[in-house]
């Protein structure tokens, strides 16, 4: 299979296999008036298995979104058929908007105009904590 190269645009690399969908429609890629590559199940020496979008034009992301949806993702940037940045996501140390607090007494429940607002508290497990409440949300 033989994927062309794109002169200006995007590449998401290293997304866990079985995700690139869900990061497709996120994105609102299929709005998009360009082409974009979506490649499943490629092989891969450091995964066994991923996921890469290609998109042949540059947009806006929103990194943190990328980074809580798969903290592993590769954004490459491509200008001129040669990556000019490479950057490797991780989960953000806050999130906003991303995810809602499951707390009925949360201020956020009755006050919608607010943010809602989540801070890393444990990498490891992947867990976040409402900045109101000290609610516990573990990623996935």
Same mark, same amino acid.
């Given at each position: 299979?033989?994927?062309?190269?794109?002169? !200006?645009?995007?590449?998401?690399?290293?997304?866990?296999?079985? +995700?690139?969908?869900?990061?497709? =429609?996120? #994105?609102?890629?299929?709005?998009? !008036?360009? /082409?974009?590559?979506?490649?499943?199940?490629?092989?891969? @020496?450091?995964?066994?298995?991923?996921?890469?979008?290609?998109?042949?034009?540059?947009? !806006?992301?929103? #990194?943190?979104? #990328?980074?809580?949806? !798969? $903290?592993?993702?590769?954004?490459?940037?491509?200008?001129?058929?040669?990556?000019?940045? +490479? @950057?490797? &996501?991780?989960? $953000?140390? /806050?999130?906003?908007?991303?995810?809602?607090?499951? =707390? $009925? +007494?949360?201020?956020?429940?009755?006050?919608?105009? &607010?943010?809602?607002?989540?801070?890393?508290? =444990? @990498?490891? /497990?992947?867990?976040?904590?409402?900045?109101?409440?000290?609610?516990?949300?573990?990623?996935?």
């Amino acid at each position: 299979m033989i994927i062309g190269q794109i002169k !200006d645009g995007i590449v998401l690399d290293h997304i866990t296999a079985g +995700r690139g969908m869900e990061i497709y =429609n996120i #994105l609102g890629l299929d709005k998009l !008036d360009c /082409t974009v590559a979506m490649i499943k199940n490629a092989d891969s @020496e450091k995964m066994g298995k991923k996921d890469i979008i290609k998109i042949a034009q540059t947009m !806006d992301l929103d #990194l943190d979104i #990328l980074g809580y949806i !798969d $903290p592993g993702i590769t954004v490459n940037i491509i200008c001129d058929g040669k990556r000019a940045k +490479r @950057e490797k &996501l991780r989960l $953000p140390q /806050t999130i906003k908007d991303i995810i809602c607090c499951k =707390n $009925p +007494r949360c201020i956020t429940s009755c006050e919608q105009e &607010l943010e809602q607002e989540f801070r890393l508290v =444990n @990498e490891e /497990t992947q867990t976040y904590r409402c900045v109101y409440c000290d609610s516990e949300v573990s990623r996935g």
